[in-house]
């Protein structure tokens, strides 16, 4: 089956720092959603982006379908963006979501 | 509208026994999912409702698992002979339909003592 890595594992910040995560998949998709799973366990929709560029604020994603990766962008980062960060994508022919390996943040004032 | 609920939040069970997992979605939602999440981990899927019928339960471990959905909106997630492998966090999610956006609900935190 398809096959979803983010990196970097573990990213520990500085309140005001900027950061790039990672999602490489093995296989094309129809759909990639950026998830952030707060620390009561709740997954927060980021983004929905099977391709292109958007923006949320301090938040934006890209998303390359033809070469299987997907950034995500966070600025100026705040304490309230700690949490495990997950892609997840939907291989063609089915509908449920693949997730990623999981990104954890930790934003230190 | 509300967003996805789940009951219970929580739910402590001794192994042998039988329980039952509520998802109600954001109405108008045709499409239900289920996913499973264990400690440390992302979510892993285990089944989806297009309305009523399911249309994929590849995911469900074994037949001590069974969802309906019978009117197409609330499921119900059932598993029999709990055991402790079973404990995890249940994560119901709905969209639009298929290919469409998923949102979560809170969750089910399900311990088999």
């Known amino acids: 089956g398809i096959q979803v890595e983010q990196s970097p594992p573990d990213l520990i910040l500085q309140e005001g720092a900027n950061s790039t995560l990672r999602c490489n998949f093995s296989d094309s998709v129809n759909n990639l959603q950026w998830f952030h799973q707060n620390p009561w366990g709740q997954l927060i929709n980021l983004f929905y982006?099977?391709?292109g560029t958007k923006q949320n604020g301090r938040l934006s994603a890209t998303t390359v379908a033809t070469e299987r990766y997907s950034l995500l962008y966070i600025s100026s980062s705040q304490t309230t963006d700690s949490g495990v960060y997950f892609c997840a994508v939907t291989p063609h022919n089915t509908d449920k979501l693949i997730f990623g390996t999981g990104t954890r943040l930790q934003v230190f004032p | 509208g509300a967003g996805v609920s789940q009951t219970p939040s929580n739910k402590v069970t001794e192994k042998g026994k039988y329980v039952e997992l509520r998802c109600d979605p954001i109405s108008g939602h045709t499409a239900l999912y289920w996913y499973r999440q264990s400690l440390g981990q992302g979510p892993e899927f285990l089944i989806y409702f297009q309305g009523t019928g399911a249309a994929d339960d590849s995911g469900l471990p074994n037949d001590r698992f069974f969802a309906v959905r019978p009117e197409g909106s609330v499921s119900t997630l059932k598993i029999q002979r709990t055991e402790r492998g079973d404990s995890a966090v249940y994560l119901c999610?709905?969209?639009?339909?298929?290919?469409?956006?998923?949102?979560f609900g809170p969750g089910t935190r399900l311990t088999v003592l």
């Open positions: 999610a709905s969209s639009q339909g298929l290919r469409h956006e998923q949102f």
């Open positions: 982006i099977p391709s």
